[in-house]
């Protein structure tokens, strides 16, 4: 399955290929054409946990990207992200799980 970079809904199907040969998909939910970034590795949690520390410092965005190796707009989405989970815990209202 390929998650759509833009809403990561895995609605997604094949549409054609581009100029240079490479499979196109678009998002059946957000519309979205995007093709897969074979560059975009899974970021690894001590990456992460570095991104959180140095997003402390008020590093910019681009210079934590420098720094850390991951692409700009993985980290805009990560902070975002990070951004959307703090001021509003969606809190599903389930028992919480073991102890
Ligand atoms: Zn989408």
Redesign the pocket.
């Known amino acids: 399955m390929v998650a759509?970079p833009?809403?990561e809904?895995q609605r997604t199907v094949k549409n054609g290929r581009i100029h240079n040969g490479k499979q196109n998909y678009r998002?059946r939910?957000?519309g979205?054409q995007f093709v897969q970034d074979p560059q975009t590795k899974v970021i690894d949690q001590a990456t992460k946990d570095l991104i959180d520390k140095l997003l402390l410092e008020r590093l910019s965005l681009a210079g934590i990207a420098r720094v850390t190796g991951v692409s700009e707009l993985w980290l805009q989405r990560y902070v975002n992200a990070k951004d959307a989970s703090v001021p509003r815990p969606v809190t599903v209202s389930a028992k919480k799980k073991g102890a």
């Open positions: 759509c833009s809403c809904s998002c939910d957000c979205r």
